[in-house]
């Protein structure tokens, strides 16, 4: 299994997403980027690991070893999911310097799709950010 | 089988009135179907609001010239239009809002902190919005009143014999909507309001989802309160209206204070406005209520039963359809239903779902609509709901279903 931020990177979802011309290759993708994460534990799925203010539900669990952050997360819908991976693509196995260094919004921009989503509040990605950074602050 | 209009409704007719229909969204032609989140405004309406702030913007009652005179007969002949649509017996009962919203929270904070005491009781339906359960809860809390919830089955329709158990003396109001906004359940409210004045109760009925789809008389009806929004009446966001019974809304409170609302003001004490002026602080929404007028005047210009019987029409083709959908399941099939067909599919998220509709071009809703306690009487976290209004076409559902088709393909 590849691991995101490793094997799947920023600058990969970048060149693969920008390879499709239609709008549904785009979201099959994606799709499928969600189901290429690792799964998450039952035990994982806590009322204190779940982000709020999500149409969907939106888990995440973090642990930090040798100086690196290690985020598990999981969705009830697809897509959400699948943007959740393309956020792991960006934050997973870095440092904390490197993820509050990261310019997430500039990425979002340079992906189409995520600069339509990302402001909804229901698609819960602000909301996972804001969750990251806080644990990388 | 395609069903079809009455002889005589013209539905290219009435879209040609929207301008908003006409557009491309993510290269396919609009389908709007979430009109019970709000509606589109007819030109007329634009128009209005438009030639208001060209020719006639002043603020009301207290200029000492001619646009404010002019304003001032403009906003206070929309009132007369708004009381002469609803058929309430005077101007003075009919007050604005910003929205049913806010005219919930004035009753319950106005006529709550009046008439409710410990041991008290509001009744609110389960299939109520948000915005009908909160202002009670709020002024519950204030009073030691408590708020009580009354059941309702699995198809979302009221429980009326619990309904009925539930009504005894320590029930001071009782608040429902006329139209669930998540279900499209038709509550029969005539009878709700008879039982409830049979243990001396108030009713306050939201006809937020009720006013767009057929003509409503408030004294036929015989409600205390009746609430609704201008934007879900082809009117602009913004502004919202409060109708109340007189000897209510002259024994209550008022709710904010400010200009408009006071008739003297000293250190030594203040005098309130009259009718409806006494609920009304600050300069209202001016352009708002003169557009929701331009709305009323566009609707009393089209034959108002063939609008209704095309989205009864539109319901009945949606909710055909839906049946023959693989795995789809409506929620809300109570036995009367207004304009709204909410579903789930299985093995998917309603979330996904409205995505991927999106990029097809149609604008549903999903999620749990406001409605939180009845979405967990199901069991789902919510629903995607595709709302209609007179505008929307046969070929517009046709559409949604191509749409779900392809959806399907994508997520299962």
Redesign the interface.
Known sequence: MKTFGLDITSADIIDTLSFFDS??DR??YI?DLGKELPPMADAEHTDANLIRGC???VWLSSESREGRLYFNVDS?????KGLLAIVMAAYNTKTPAEIRSFDIQGFFESIDLMRH?SPTR??GLQAMVARIQSIAA | MKSTDQAGFDVEKVRADFPILNQQINGHPLVYLDNAATTQKPQAVIDAIVHYYTHDNSNVHRGAHTLSDRATARFESARKTVADFINAKSTGQIIWTRGASESINLVAASWGSANLEAGDRILVSALEHHSNIVPWQMIADKTGATVVAVPVDATGTIDMAAFSTLLDTRVKLVAFNQVSNALGTINPVEEMIRLAHAVGAKVLVDGAQAIAHWPVDVQAMNCDFYVFSGHKLFGPTGIGVLYGRRELLEQMPPYQGGGEMIETVSFDGTTYNQLPYKFEAGTPDIAGAIGLAAAIDYLNSQDRAALSAHEDALLAYATQKAATVPGLKIVGTAACKAAVLGFVIEGTHPSDIGMLLDQQGIAVRTGHHCAQPIMQQYGIPGTVRASFSFYNTFDDIDRLFVALEKVRQMLL
């Open positions: 709008w549904d979201y099959r799709i149409q969907s539900k009830d819908a697809f897509i959400v989503l229901g698609s």
